[in-house]
Every structure is written in structure tokens, then in C-alpha cells.
């Protein structure tokens, strides 16, 4: 759960301690992202040898954090302060490039009374 921005962002559907006041809807953050050539071919070459492709692990990476922030930029702009059911989602484009989708549901939240009322039976 991160807070500090502005923009709480988890993957349940509830938010520990808030209570749900509002929902404003589906919401995403989008990017598609390419290798440079140079990047395919040490790719391709280190692909040889099996393991880790460091060039690709790096750009997924960084393509999810821009995707992150990206709906955390629209969820403020919709004027929500959380997303819940928070998800990622990547394909194809050609063999070439590969698009990453942030998505969730966006809602305004706040912090849950501590009223609550316990039931007893007697």
C-alpha cells in the first residue's frame, strides 16, 4: 500500500483501515515500449546462452513503473485517492514491442470511524 504519493494503490478489493465512499470506475495507466536494435541484438545474443535477459528484464521494469505512474497521474486527475484491485496486463505489438497496462477500479476512500458497534448474544 503507498501512501506517500498522494495515491493509495493495492491489490484487494478493500483498503485496510478506509471505508469506500465513492466509486469512480475503471481506471488505467498505458505504455508500449520498443528495444533499440542494439538492444535486440545483445538480447538475441545473450538469449544464446540462456539465463537472465538483463536488456528486457530492465525494460519491463521500467515500462511497469511508467504504466504505475501513469494511473496514479489519472486516478488524481479524476480526483479519487485510491485504487483498488490494482493489476497488470501485457502483450505484443508485432515482435517488436510490448505494451503494459496498469489497471484497477478508482475510489475515494476514508479513514473507518472507530464507532463500530459490537454484537454480543445474550
Known amino acids: 500500500m503507498t501512501e506517500e504519493t498522494g495515491v493509495i494503490m493495492v491489490t484487494m478489493n478493500y483498503v485496510p483501515g478506509k471505508n469506500i465512499t465513492k466509486v469512480i470506475g475503471t481506471i488505467w495507466g498505458i505504455t508500449v515500449r520498443s528495444r ?3 538492444g535486440n541484438i545483445m538480447a538475441g545474443l545473450r538469449s544464446l546462452g540462456g539465463g537472465e535477459i538483463k536488456e528486457y ?3 519491463l521494469s ?3 513503473n511508467t504504466a504505475m505512474d501513469r494511473l496514479r497521474d489519472s486516478t488524481k486527475q479524476l480526483g479519487a485517492n485510491a485504487v483498488i484491485e490494482l493489476r497488470f496486463d501485457s502483450s505484443d505489438i508485432g515482435q517488436v514491442m510490448t ?3 496498469a489497471y484497477g ?3 475515494i476512500v476514508e479513514d473507518a470511524s472507530g464507532t463500530a458497534e459490537r454484537v ?3
Do not use: N, P, Q, Y
Open 99 to 101: 505494451e503494459i497496462v
Open 120 to 122: 454480543t448474544l445474550s
Open 105 to 107: 477500479t478508482a475510489v
Open 36 to 38: 533499440g536494435i542494439g
Open 57 to 59: 528484464s530492465k525494460m
Open 62 to 64: 521500467d515500462a511497469r
